[in-house]
């Protein structure tokens, strides 16, 4: 079974085959033209529904009157009426029909159709469907009518081709709208044929009730040729299964042979053309897919990077709702400590002047308290509250310029603002650890003006950056086998992480972060901006991070981001931005 709105090139080799088999059942073209019909008829269907695809299907042949079945010429001579009838003129012959109604399944049934004669050009004009279908066929009206096949040997080895209408409702071509289309659900009408080495022209009509796309409409031309091999045993010869056969001659056989090598060598080229063809739309149809996988990936890190960033900022919400306002009210209210701290300690100094002998009791439980030192230590303690205060403000204050809450639009930024909030978070991490020394930051920084960009998202690509620096600083001590003594006696390197930024040719900044860690082979670093690859251990890593840097510098700011690694030496992330990104 075939499905004709999803025809393949299998689907087209397999028909070719069963066709051409067709010719081996027959006794005489009727015949073969029966068992072709029935065939397209009983196996092309809607995959969907079920339901046969073809409402009507017919097979019909151009024949001389002369050499027409009497019934036939009766049927040619009533339509033209008492004029006289040359034997050589063309008449349109139904050979075989297959449909939805009992009366479409038997030529005699006909009412219209049997034999139509085809007296000159202007008769095959004032019927559009024929017209239009010798048009596609590549043939024109004088080619039909020529009586003399000896002009048409060039012309026969050349001709064939589809008759396509993709849409039947309401076009000039298909005539009974009404009657046929309308309440038939006719959607589209494909026809294909060509010319016989005798002259004729034969051709295949289908009246589909699916619509067929036009890229079908290529795998459907070489079963043109399928057909014509299938039926040239019997040009000039038995043609109707009533039919006296008629006497070949040496010649007839050898122009027969001739035509069917040339169809072979006309299936063969045009079933290559269709390889071609669909291998190129294959071809096309992988790419296209390979660009949607891709985009379908970005789509998918977006939506994980908008999540991220959107936790993220629901988190310093939460910090600066639930941390900022307390810490600003400590702060506030240590200035009046301070003071309150100052008099009640100016009056005990005074009371003590004034009253230098009191009693023992008193003095006693000065010395337990140890009021001197209270008095000198209480002003470092109200200092170092200042100073933890102002450290917690300026925590909170970095988690909101990394996360740019209020800045989600381009605008001018301040790069080194951005890195310095980055490392002010990463900063627990930079510290001395039980597995490491401290890693040690050394800014090389330029100077910048202020840049047009996205601060949010540039924050976080030198987050990911620095971080997976400090897990490549790190993951060298686990490779290296390193242990605490090791640490304490300095017997390995001191590890750092370098920034360096500058201004380039007053139209770029450079962004350079380089680390002394173990580096990545050339396999690592060519998946290295794949989304979900990674080379952490499950669960510590989603491989999405520098996927998503990738496309904030590339694509969101038009600028470059490039990874260059030396096994044993260390790894340098290159980011190159515009100083002024222009979004249009």
């Known amino acids: 079974m075939y499905d004709l709105t999803k025809f393949t090139l299998r689907d087209m080799s397999e028909c070719?085959?069963?066709?051409?088999?067709?010719?081996?059942?027959?006794?005489?073209?009727?015949?073969?033209?029966?068992?072709?019909?029935?065939?397209?008829?009983?196996?092309?269907?809607?995959?969907?529904?079920?339901?046969?695809?073809?409402?009507?299907?017919?097979?019909?042949?151009?024949?001389?009157?002369?050499?027409?079945?009497?019934?036939?010429?009766?049927?040619?001579?009533?339509?033209?009426?008492?004029?006289?009838?040359?034997?050589?003129?063309?008449?349109?012959?139904?050979?075989?029909?297959?449909?939805?109604?009992?009366?479409?399944?038997?030529?005699?049934?006909?009412?219209?159709?049997?034999?139509?004669?085809?007296?000159?050009?202007?008769?095959?004009?004032?019927?559009?469907?024929?017209?239009?279908?010798?048009?596609?066929?590549?043939?024109?009206?004088?080619?039909?009518?020529?009586?003399?096949?000896n002009l048409l040997i060039d012309i026969e080895q050349n001709m064939y081709n589809v008759f396509y209408v993709e849409n039947a409702l309401s076009s000039p071509y298909i005539s009974s709208q009404k009657s046929f289309v309308i309440p038939f659900g006719v959607k589209s009408v494909i026809g294909f044929g060509g010319l016989l080495p005798s002259g004729d022209m034969f051709t295949i009509l289908m009246f589909l009730r699916v619509i067929v796309p036009h890229t079908m409409v290529e795998l459907i031309r070489p079963l043109a040729l399928n057909v014509k091999t299938a039926i040239l045993p019997f040009d000039d010869g038995k043609i109707f299964s009533k039919s006296i056969e008629n006497p070949l001659t040496e010649n007839n056989i050898l122009q027969r042979l001739n035509s069917q090598i040339g169809t072979l060598n006309q299936l063969l080229d045009v079933s290559e053309q269709s390889t071609i063809t669909q291998s190129d739309r294959l071809e096309k149809a992988i790419n296209n897919l390979e660009q949607a996988l891709k985009q379908l990936q970005k789509t998918q890190i977006q939506l994980v990077h908008n999540e991220k960033m959107s936790g993220l900022g629901q988190m310093v919400a939460g910090i600066a709702h639930e941390i900022n306002n307390p810490v600003n009210f400590?702060?506030?209210?240590?200035?009046?400590?301070?003071?309150?701290?100052?008099?009640?300690?100016?009056?005990?100094?005074?009371?003590?002047?004034?009253?230098?002998?009191?009693?023992?009791?008193?003095?006693?439980?000065?010395?337990?308290?140890?009021?001197?030192?209270?008095?000198?230590?209480?002003?470092?303690?109200?200092?170092?509250?200042?100073?933890?205060?102002?450290?917690?403000?300026?925590?909170?204050?970095?988690?909101?310029?990394?996360?740019?809450?209020?800045?989600?639009?381009?605008?001018?930024?301040?790069?080194?603002?951005?890195?310095?909030?980055?490392?002010?978070?990463?900063?627990?991490?930079?510290?001395?650890?039980?597995?490491?020394?401290?890693?040690?930051?050394?800014?090389?920084?330029?100077?910048?003006?202020?840049?047009?960009?996205?601060?949010?998202?540039?924050?976080?690509?030198?987050?990911?950056?620095?971080?997976?620096?400090?897990?490549?600083?790190?993951?060298?001590?686990?490779?290296?086998?390193?242990?605490?003594?090791?640490?304490?006696?300095?017997?390995?390197?001191?590890?750092?992480?370098?920034?360096?930024?500058?201004?380039?040719?007053?139209?770029?900044v450079s962004i350079q972060i380089l680390d002394n860690g173990s580096g990545m082979t050339e396999e690592v670093l060519a998946k290295l901006f794949d989304p979900f690859f990674t080379t952490k251990q499950v669960g510590k890593g989603t491989g999405l991070g520098l996927s998503i840097s990738y496309q904030i510098i590339v694509e969101k700011h038009c600028g470059q981001l490039v990874c260059n690694s030396v096994l044993g030496k260390g790894t340098e992330f290159a980011i190159k931005i515009p100083l002024v990104l222009d979004k249009k």
């Open 16 to 149: 070719g085959f069963a066709l051409r088999n067709t010719a081996h059942k027959a006794d005489c073209m009727e015949d073969v033209s029966n068992l072709a019909i029935k065939y397209f008829y009983e196996h092309l269907v809607n995959k969907n529904s079920g339901e046969k695809s073809c409402v009507l299907i017919r097979f019909f042949k151009t024949h001389s009157y002369g050499k027409l079945p009497p019934e036939l010429q009766e049927y040619a001579q009533n339509i033209l009426g008492k004029n006289q009838i040359a034997d050589d003129l063309k008449c349109l012959t139904l050979l075989a029909t297959a449909g939805e109604l009992p009366e479409w399944n038997s030529r005699y049934k006909s009412i219209g159709h049997k034999a139509i004669p085809l007296a000159n050009e202007d008769t095959i004009h004032r019927i559009p469907m024929i017209s239009q279908l010798i048009k596609q066929l590549g043939l024109n009206p004088g080619i039909v009518l020529q009586s003399d096949p």
């Open 330 to 508: 400590v702060n506030a209210n240590l200035a009046y400590v301070e003071q309150y701290s100052e008099t009640l300690l100016k009056l005990v100094e005074i009371y003590q002047q004034q009253y230098p002998d009191y009693p023992e009791k008193i003095q006693q439980q000065i010395d337990v308290e140890e009021l001197d030192f209270i008095k000198s230590d209480f002003h470092k303690i109200t200092k170092s509250m200042k100073v933890g205060t102002e450290r917690i403000q300026g925590i909170v204050k970095s988690l909101r310029i990394f996360s740019r809450l209020d800045e989600a639009e381009l605008k001018q930024a301040d790069i080194h603002q951005g890195i310095d909030s980055t490392l002010m978070i990463l900063q627990s991490r930079l510290k001395a650890q039980s597995s490491h020394h401290n890693i040690e930051v050394i800014k090389e920084y330029g100077k910048l003006p202020q840049v047009y960009c996205y601060p949010g998202q540039l924050n976080q690509v030198f987050m990911n950056i620095i971080a997976n620096a400090i897990d490549a600083l790190e993951e060298e001590i686990g490779h290296r086998g390193w242990t605490k003594e090791d640490i304490t006696k300095d017997v390995f390197k001191n590890f750092e992480i370098r920034i360096r930024t500058e201004v380039i040719d007053n139209k770029w």
